[in-house]
């Protein structure tokens, strides 16, 4: 694979884990809509049919981000593109990966924020 390639690669991985993660949360976003800004979440009602991939997106995702890991501090493959050198990359995924994590696991943060500050 050329180095651009390779770069393009990382950059959709990347991408698709954070498709991912939007996709297992899909089932819960009635509630959290109808949380944050007093919604009413009955034309959400037909998400939770979606709830059975929730667990497989979850670990899609996390597949994903753990492959961009891998990619960006333990693969030998040299790192070359004209556009984002391996340092910008890097931040991209660092910066990337709280938001990630947030989405993935946001019913149980909702659940764990509320219990703490109730």
Same mark, same amino acid.
């Given at each position: 694979?050329?180095?651009?390639?390779?770069?393009?690669?990382?950059?959709?991985?990347?991408?698709?884990? =954070?498709?991912? =993660?939007?996709?297992?949360?899909?089932c819960?976003?009635?509630?959290?809509?109808?949380?944050?800004?007093?919604?009413? =979440?009955?034309?959400?009602?037909?998400?939770?049919?979606?709830?059975f991939l929730?667990?497989?997106?979850?670990?899609?995702?996390?597949?994903?981000? =753990?492959?961009?890991f891998?990619?960006?501090?333990?693969?030998? $493959?040299?790192?070359?593109?004209?556009?984002?050198?391996?340092?910008?990359? $890097?931040?991209?995924?660092?910066?990337?990966?709280?938001?990630?994590?947030?989405?993935?696991?946001?019913?149980?943060?909702?659940?764990?924020?509320?219990?703490?500050?109730?």
């Amino acid at each position: 694979m050329s180095q651009p390639n390779s770069a393009k690669s990382a950059g959709v991985t990347l991408l698709t884990a =954070a498709v991912a =993660a939007v996709t297992a949360g899909l089932c819960c976003i009635g509630p959290l809509l109808y949380l944050l800004f007093g919604i009413s =979440a009955a034309g959400f009602a037909g998400l939770a049919k979606l709830e059975f991939l929730r667990i497989p997106m979850i670990v899609i995702s996390l597949g994903l981000l =753990a492959r961009g890991f891998w990619r960006l501090y333990i693969s030998k $493959r040299l790192w070359c593109t004209g556009r984002l050198t391996l340092g910008q990359m $890097r931040l991209l995924y660092w910066l990337a990966l709280p938001f990630m994590l947030l989405i993935l696991f946001y019913p149980t943060v909702v659940g764990w924020f509320y219990e703490v500050f109730e």
